[in-house]
């Protein structure tokens, strides 16, 4: 098989070089890539948006079609996640362990059909449990209030800087994942629970294709944002450079709380106890 | 000699993303780990956002954010100041933007995938796998 696989990339990587001659070499302002329908994003944008960075524009506008489809993907793989990993709350272990934070004592609950009440002094740990290093939990700690507004930054201002729901929704998703590293993943969870993830996630992806199918309402295209104008009393362009920031909104909904729910499944393998 | 020097300066964007893919490709096809076929994987997909990234260049050209687009005296620039040569291409960005989150989410089913498979077979190792099918 070794063998095999050398031989197969051996071919491809020269039939690839051999057709690298054809390509335009790097950076060249006249290749085909850079003449067609690339100028007519640059030049018109800003008149027909009013968002001055491009990549927003196009993302958003332009190709809404490609982006929406591409939110809905990520949902898709959440969804995918959840239902190949995720194990009912009834195969959980009948015997649960409580540490006491102060002492550092540990003790069981067997058998009990009810949950016992969460006291504050108590803390629920799994047989793995390993004593967390404070260094990192208060750096962690300290860490995820600056990223979480760093995150709403970067999604609020993707119109006039590098930015946009993918990264700020990245950057959100890693705060919530930073916490269940630092901590545990039960921490993670008690700050935002399950059913959070599932419905903001679906809700992101909602928002989107709900802007859509509310231009198409008022009598325009899907997706064609300056159907807003209506409802927003300003003039179309300026409706479009809304239409882009509630889309990207929902995008970042969608893929901070994607993220987040692959995380905490693939950590747990389902199981929602301690994590890595 | 020095034409060969010029057309690696030329191309080097390409050299570099071929280079990259066949190792993703190799992973693939030669790893018997489950786990390395998917770092393969995520290798092959960096290799095509390099490429197109790099298809996004262009020579004296500055990123794709308007220079004062925003703000007082945005509305005196229109389309016959903005020159096409001055901004790099945003298409390429745009398309990989999506591609890079697209990407993280195919890792995330694809290690589910796996810990599926472990829990079935205890093993990530391709032919002890095979090997426990051949059995039943």
Not at chain 1, 5 to 27: K, R
Not at chain 1, 68 to 77: G, P, Q, S
Not at chain 1, 90 to 115: A, F, M, N
Not at chain 1, 158 to 178: D, E, K, N, T, Y
């Amino acid at each position: 098989m070794r063998i095999f696989g050398i031989i197969v990339v051996i071919l491809t990587g020269a039939l690839l070089i051999y057709a690298m001659g054809d390509f335009p070499s790097w950076a060249d302002p006249a290749s085909p890539a850079h003449n067609h329908v690339s100028p007519r994003y640059i030049e018109k944008s800003l008149e027909q948006t009013s968002v001055p960075n491009l990549v927003t524009a196009v993302l958003a506008d332009y190709r809404g079609y490609d982006t929406m489809f591409e939110t809905a993907v990520i949902f898709a793989a959440g969804v995918v996640c959840f239902f190949l990993l995720r194990i009912p709350r009834k195969d959980e272990p009948t015997v649960r362990r409580y540490r006491h934070t102060l002492t550092g004592i540990t003790i069981s609950v067997k058998e009990t059909r009810e949950i016992p009440p969460v006291l504050e002094e108590f803390e629920r740990i799994d047989t793995l449990w390993t004593p967390p290093d404070l260094i990192i939990k208060t750096c962690c700690r300290i860490l995820v209030p600056f990223l979480q507004l760093f995150g709403l930054y970067v999604i609020a201002h993707g119109h006039h800087s590098p930015g946009g729901g993918f990264q700020g929704g990245v950057i959100l998703g890693a705060s919530m994942i930073l916490l269940a590293i630092s901590h545990d993943l039960r921490t993670a969870i008690g700050r935002m629970s399950e059913r959070v993830h599932a419905i903001l996630c679906s809700v992101g992806v909602f928002i989107f294709a709900g802007t859509g199918a509310l231009c198409l309402v008022l009598g325009l295209n899907f997706l064609d944002y300056g159907a807003l104008a209506r409802i927003l009393h300003v003039d179309p362009v300026t409706a479009r450079s809304h239409g882009i920031l509630i889309v990207e909104i929902g995008v970042g909904l969608a893929v901070m709380t994607a993220m987040i729910w692959i995380y905490n499944n693939i950590s747990s393998k389902g199981k929602y106890d301690e994590g890595l | 000699m020095p034409d060969l020097i010029s057309s690696i300066v030329d191309y080097y964007n390409y050299l570099i993303y071929i280079t990259l893919m066949m190792i993703g490709l190799y992973a693939m096809i030669a790893k018997k780990n489950l786990v390395k076929k998917i770092v393969g994987m995520n290798i092959f997909q960096t290799a095509i956002i390099l490429f197109y990234v790099s298809i996004g260049a262009k020579k004296g050209a500055t990123i794709p954010i308007i220079q004062h687009g925003h703000g007082e005296g945005a509305d005196e620039i229109t389309s016959s100041v903005i020159k096409a040569a001055e901004y790099i291409n945003p298409l390429p960005h745009v398309l990989m933007l999506t591609a890079i989150v697209v990407a993280v989410a195919t890792l995330g089913v694809a290690l589910a995938l796996a810990i599926k498979v472990y829990n079935r077979y205890e093993t990530l190792e391709e032919d002890e796998i095979l090997a426990q099918i051949r059995e039943k």
